[in-house]
């Protein structure tokens, strides 16, 4: 009798880990808005005031001053900042689409909705994003990317008045920095503390997923849409959502077409509890793909937020020994990958600030004559070229 009840409990709990899958907001960009500044004067909204100043989202900043060595100064090293705030995402165009004009066009901002907008997100900002693609006939496509590589590991941290992370306390409540849970208690319940879960790009413990829907704004464009998601291996794939080719806001859903719900015809893995730690996946991006036949030239599209729907990897339990207390093993794979995804990181971004610094800033000559010769000469020069 023992035994029979042993295994109906172990099969209820198979069958719960299965049966209810979890919904989780993968990135939310309503949460992406530039609201600090760093290296210079600031608003009273937190807006860039000073030329020289950097503005960025302060839950995903990112100080990457620890890769640049010791030849900077503080001052310098105050404006390596750079963070998930929408202006700092990137538009990637394919090789037979990047010419001067398209690269120089392309990019991504803050799109404020109206506060009269039929809408829940009514008055804040999504990603507004502008494509140039060739007016010709060519297949092409385009990535809006983030300014760096989500990170998986980086803990959660409180900014100071300098800009920089501080680590929360012993015993701080780490579920108030999930907005996505505060908001919505159906949504992100596996919280695990890092910085970039709750609807800023990560969700962990995510084993098979079973769909993923985008929150977008159509404007009659033929052209489709990919999101795409990396895995704990590093691997990126894509899922395709649909055409655009639609007016207005629209949920566009991917279904998994091998995800098996019988869990009697599932391949059953058991794999060992600890350490092998929690699979994850992160955002890595959309893509809009413009086929050779479809219209050409400017692509404008508006994204609200990605959500997903999938299997917990692992059901979690309360344990009677505190295993990595004990070994300490998962916390030492993941601060070496924290270490890794840091350089790789830091790397990119201190190359970016180089080159910012020698760009030129002047757009006009100094002028070399009085302000009457200037304007005759000017003038001359005008009916010369008539």
């Not at 479809?294 to 959500?307: A, E, N, P, S």
């Not at 910012?356 to 005759?376: I, Q, Y």
């Amino acid at each position: 009798m023992k035994k029979t009840l042993g295994l109906l409990a172990a099969g209820l709990l198979l069958f719960t880990g299965v049966a209810f899958a979890e919904e989780a907001v993968l990135i939310d960009f309503t949460y992406l808005n530039a609201d600090k500044t760093t290296g210079g004067e600031e608003g009273e909204n937190g807006e860039n005031k000073d030329g020289n100043a950097v503005s960025y989202n302060s839950r995903t900043v990112m100080d990457f001053s620890v890769s640049a060595g010791a030849t900077f100064t503080e001052d310098q090293k105050d404006l390596m900042k750079t963070s998930l705030a929408l202006p700092e995402w990137e538009v990637e165009l394919n090789t037979s689409a990047r010419n001067v004009t398209s690269v120089g066009l392309s990019q991504v901002l803050a799109a404020p909705v109206k506060e009269s907008a039929d809408v829940p997100f009514a008055g804040k900002e999504v990603m507004g994003v502008r494509i140039v693609f060739p007016s010709w006939a060519s297949n092409a496509n385009a990535k809006i990317v983030p300014p760096f590589i989500i990170p998986a590991y980086e803990p959660l941290g409180e900014l100071d008045e300098n800009g920089v992370r501080q680590p929360l306390e012993e015993g701080a409540d780490k579920s108030s920095y999930n907005t996505a849970h505060s908001e919505n208690e159906n949504v992100n319940r596996d919280f695990e503390g890092t910085l970039f879960e709750g609807g800023y790009g990560l969700v962990k413990n995510v084993g098979t997923v079973k769909a993923i829907s985008v929150t977008t704004m159509g404007m009659n464009y033929p052209h489709g849409l990919y999101v795409l998601l990396t895995d704990t291996d590093g691997v990126e794939r894509r899922y395709f959502m649909g055409y655009l080719g639609f007016d207005g806001w629209r949920e566009l859903r991917w279904n998994n077409p091998q995800y098996i719900s019988e869990v009697r015809t599932r391949e059953i893995r058991v794999y060992p509890i600890y350490p092998r730690g929690l699979p994850f996946v992160k955002f890595s991006g959309f893509q809009i793909t413009r086929d050779a036949a479809h219209i050409g030239g400017d692509f404008i599209g508006y994204f609200k937020d990605v959500k997903i729907i999938y299997d917990k990897a692992i059901l979690k339990g309360d344990r009677d020994i505190a295993d990595e207390d004990l070994w300490g093993i998962i916390g030492k794979k993941e601060s070496a990958r924290q270490n890794a995804e840091m350089m790789k990181f830091g790397n990119k971004q201190v190359d970016r600030y180089l080159e910012r610094a020698k760009m030129s800033t002047e757009d006009e000559f100094t002028p070399s004559l009085t302000a009457g010769s200037n304007s005759n000469a000017q003038q001359t020069s005008g009916n010369a070229a008539n």
